[in-house]
Nanobody
């Protein structure tokens, strides 16, 4: 069994910064892509950023230049540094990992709330 445990998040004023982390544990052979998604009330879950095992990254247009995704393969951990936060960034943030543990499976974290006040 594989678990993703998120930490970070909270309440911040507009223009501030927050950092999220997500650690995978369990019977893991390797992890391919790791991603952050977010879901605001009444909205669909949307992709925020993705990082490959080799470190290539991709971002949603709405966060480019403000958010940075990174990972530590030795710790099976993905990070999201969020700067210049805006009220519209308010959402529950979820990490996702494509984990090879015998077979390739898709795992999700429990979600962490990020609230940006104006």
């Amino acid at each position: 069994q594989v678990q993703l445990v998120e930490s970070g998040g909270g309440l911040v004023q507009a223009g501030g910064s927050l950092s999220l982390s997500c650690a995978a544990s369990g019977s893991i052979f390797s992890i391919n892509n790791m991603s952050w998604y977010r879901q605001a009330p009444g909205n669909q879950r949307e992709l925020v950023a993705t990082i490959t095992r080799g470190g290539s990254t991709n971002y949603a247009d709405s966060v480019k230049g403000r958010f940075t995704i990174s990972r530590d393969n030795t710790k099976n951990t993905v990070y999201l540094q969020m700067n210049s936060l805006k009220p519209e960034d308010t959402a529950v943030y979820y990490c996702n990992a494509m984990v090879v543990a015998g077979i390739l499976n898709d795992y999700w974290g429990q979600g962490t709330q990020v609230t940006v006040s104006s």
